[in-house]
């Protein structure tokens, strides 16, 4: 045999050669790849080789060494998951432990608003928390001078003076009549910012949904009718509405909203301090002037809208009673909504 022969039948060697086990595995890597393999003998030959015949006989070798190195990478790693699952694991042992993840519980009851006012029709609108004093308040009939403004200690911009953090979500009102013509229906959820000492019952921030409706005919009948389905959706059938008259500049006439108390069905307890009912909302008819502070002509359009915390929701559905529990993340607090 030639060496040309000789290096024709390595390769088949190679390709016939058997690999069953580990141990016939470590065999081939001995004999075609390892420190003495005998694909050497034949290259340290090479000398031998005519000029012209040079390339063709490189091309041959490195073929063969190509196929070995495929043939072994394969096999090895074939042994290697069958050795594990043959012998290594233990099938037995129980699986690892992967704690399953929790939802804050403002995202939870924020979603369940947003889903409600879904249902008729109230679609999401979402604007910026950093805001101007015109959205945040004098389109909505606080002007500079305006007592109102005290009601909600305000966060301005060093940056820039004239900058502020919205105070209330009721700036995405403004923001939005200013863009849009009626028909408008719309909840705007979004965090807002009160410069207040923390403790159990304020914090610099929080959550509110805003809820608007602008359109002709609008009245304080929808409003009512609206409000009574949120609350029946939210927190159960027999829930009902109580309206006290009540005071905001935006709108006019306004009310604040309370629910009979769902913990002690109105037998009085600690949640309603024994009043059997409990606060969840500001409302009211949009004030004309503010519909024509964004260009809609009050003449022919009436609206209602709607302010309510999803902080203070959230505590009174799940009886939480610290305000900062929401923001210290603490694991043995969010741990118990891992269900919800
Ligand atoms: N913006 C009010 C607040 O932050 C809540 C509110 C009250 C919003 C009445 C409204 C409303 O749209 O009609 O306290």
Partial sequence: MNLFEQTQQLLEDVKAFPIASAQELEQFRI??????????????????VPNEQKKEFGQLVNQVKLVAEEKFATAKVQFSTTQQTASNIDLTLPGEHLPIGSRHPVNIVKSQIISIFNKIGFSIALDREMEDDWHNFT????????????MQDTFYLQVNPAMLLRTHTSSVQTRLMEQQKPPIRIIAPGRVFRNETISARAHCFFHQVEGLYVDE????????QT?????????????????????FPFTEPSAEVDVSCFICNSKGCNVCKHTGWVEILGCGM?????LENCGIDSNKY?????GMGIERITMLKYQINDLRLFSENDMRFLKQFQSV
């Fill in 31 to 48: 004999k075609f790849l390892g420190t003495k393999n005998v694909l050497k003998d034949i290259f340290a030959q090479i000398k031998a």
């Fill in 139 to 150: 389109a909505l009939n606080m002007p500079e001078d305006h007592t109102a403004r005290d």
């Fill in 217 to 224: 005919n609008v009245s304080f009948a929808d409003l009512l």
């Fill in 227 to 247: 409000l009574d389905f949120f609350v029946k959706e939210m927190f159960g059938k027999e829930t009902k509405i109580r309206l006290r008259p009540s005071y």
């Fill in 286 to 290: 949009v004030d004309p002037a503010v």
């Fill in 302 to 306: 009436t609206g209602f809208a709607f």
